[in-house]
C-alpha cells in the first residue's frame, strides 16, 4: 500500500535543529513530489518545502528559507526536512505529503494542500523558548 510516516519530531529550544524523516511505501522515486506541511494550533495548515524528481529546486515558504533544508535519498525513498536555528514560531504538527506518480512539485502553487493526494500521520515539533 502507499503510506508516508513522519519522525523526528521532539521538543527542542529555540536556536536548535532537528531532522525529519519521511519514508515512503508503496511506490518509488522514480517520479516524485514530497511536500512537508506544518499546523500550528489555531492556525491554517501551511506549505513548508516541496522537492520532486524533476524539479531543478526545492521550494521553500518565505518563513523557514534559509534555515529548513529539504532532501532526498531516492535508494530509502525518503525524504527529509532539516531545520536549524528553530524558533517557537515553528512549533506545529509536521506533515509530509505526496503527489503520487507525478514528478514535480503542484503548479501554480506547490502550497496548496489540496493537490496532494497521500498524507502521513504527523510529527509533532515543539521549540521552546
Known amino acids: 500500500e502507499l503510506q508516508l510516516v513522519e519522525s523526528g519530531g521532539g521538543l527542542v529550544q529555540a536556536g536548535g535543529s532537528l531532522r525529519l524523516s519521511c519514508a515512503a511505501s508503496?511506490?518509488?522515486?522514480?517520479?516524485?513530489?514530497i511536500g512537508w506541511f506544518r499546523q500550528a494550533p489555531g492556525k491554517k495548515r501551511e506549505g513548508v518545502s516541496c522537492i520532486s524528481s524533476s524539479d531543478d529546486r526545492p521550494y521553500y515558504a518565505d518563513s523557514v528559507s534559509g534555515r529548513f533544508t529539504i532532501s532526498s535519498d531516492n535508494a530509502k525513498n525518503t525524504v527529509y526536512l532539516q531545520m536549524n536555528s528553530l524558533k517557537p514560531e515553528d512549533t506545529a504538527i509536521y506533515y509530509c505529503?505526496?503527489?503520487?506518480?507525478?514528478?514535480?512539485?503542484?503548479?501554480?502553487?506547490?502550497?496548496?494542500?489540496?493537490?496532494?493526494?497521500?498524507w502521513g500521520q504527523g510529527t509533532q515539533v515543539t521549540v521552546s523558548s
Open positions: 505529503a505526496s503527489v503520487v506518480a507525478v514528478s514535480a512539485c503542484p503548479t501554480p502553487d506547490w502550497k496548496y494542500v489540496l493537490s496532494y493526494d497521500l
Open positions: 508503496g511506490f518509488t522515486f522514480d517520479d516524485y513530489a
